[in-house]
């Protein structure tokens, strides 16, 4: 359920194909809030440089509504949990944190989450993939679980023959 509003992405949203408008409506009307986030990526996936700093991931410009950023505040003063979707979504959402609030406008993250990494916005993440070993992607999988347990969804996903990459099989990091 992806209708493009504004030019600029060179890469499918992946993460949520999965989200039909039935599934999308059958979400909203067991009370849960859904907002979305305009992102412009390119690259997410590439592998890692031996020479990244956390600071210097593939840019991803995004842009946040106002209406989005009061959503997502009011559900986390309801103590309700935020859930992106996508690695990007969640970049974009950290980058556009500040002091545990979500700023609305526009911007290009260039986070690169490691495990340890203190999450302002975002409680878990939906993937529509297992993302390729040694990317940044992978990296930012590692900081919602252990890197041992990681290690041992990727083993048992390949055990039994789950698809990979583009058309693979999906992950919810809680």
């Known amino acids: 359920m992806y209708a493009a509003k504004e030019g600029g ?3 499918s949203p992946l993460a949520g194909l999965h989200f039909t408008t039935d599934l999308l409506a059958s979400i909203q009307e067991a009370g849960i809030n ?3 986030i305009t992102l412009h990526v390119a690259g997410s996936w590439l592998p890692l ?3 990244q700093r956390p600071d210097d991931a593939e840019p991803e410009a995004y842009e946040i509504s106002e209406e989005t950023a ?4 009011s559900t ?3 103590g309700n949990r935020v859930v992106a979707v996508g690695s990007t979504s969640v970049r974009c959402l950290e980058s556009a944190a500040r002091d545990g609030s979500l700023q609305a406008g526009a911007g290009v993250s260039r986070m690169y989450i490691t495990p340890g990494h203190h999450f302002q916005i975002v409680d878990a993440y939906f993937t529509a993939i297992f993302h390729p070993a040694r990317s940044s992607l992978m990296v930012l999988d590692a900081a919602f679980c252990r ?3 990681l290690l041992h969804a990727y083993g048992v996903a390949r055990s039994n023959s789950y698809l990979f990459f583009e058309f693979g099989d ?3 990091y809680l």
């Open 34 to 36: 859904v907002a979305f």
């Open 76 to 78: 986390r003063a309801r």
């Open 9 to 11: 992405a060179c890469e």
């Open 170 to 172: 999906a992950v919810l």
């Open 147 to 149: 890197k041992d347990l």
């Open 49 to 51: 440089r031996e020479d």
């Open 70 to 73: 009061a959503l997502i505040a």
